[in-house]
């Protein structure tokens, strides 16, 4: 997946190339308390779209993400970004 912001490719300031994750994940939240507590969330790997489910009990705390059967999902080996977006947010995955 490659990144882009405001509609124009997110540039790696060290490598000068765009942005580019194996793993994608959308959590809707309010950003105000930040990622802590659990909700839905959108898992975009190979080109297929997943609900899941996201917890965090703690910022020091490691983020889990399960499917709908409480299972932790697998992620594609390479980096992952995980973007908060508030609930009226939008994205356009392309």
Same mark, same amino acid.
């Given at each position: 997946?490659?990144? %882009? #912001?405001a509609g124009t490719p997110h540039i790696d $300031? *060290? !490598?000068n190339k765009q942005i580019s994750v194996k793993n994608l994940? =959308? #959590?809707k939240q309010n950003i105000q308390g930040g990622a802590v507590g %659990?909700? %839905? $969330?959108t898992l975009y790997k190979d080109g297929l779209a997943q609900e899941i489910k996201w917890e965090q009990d703690s910022f020091t705390s490691r983020i889990t993400? !399960?499917? $709908? *059967?409480d !299972?932790? =999902?697998a992620l594609n080996r390479g980096d992952t970004w995980i973007s908060v977006l508030p609930p009226e947010g939008t994205l356009t995955v392309q």
């Open positions: 997946y490659m990144r %882009s #912001l $300031a *060290n !490598t994940i =959308v #959590l %659990s909700g %839905s $969330a993400f !399960t499917d $709908a *059967n !299972t932790e =999902v």
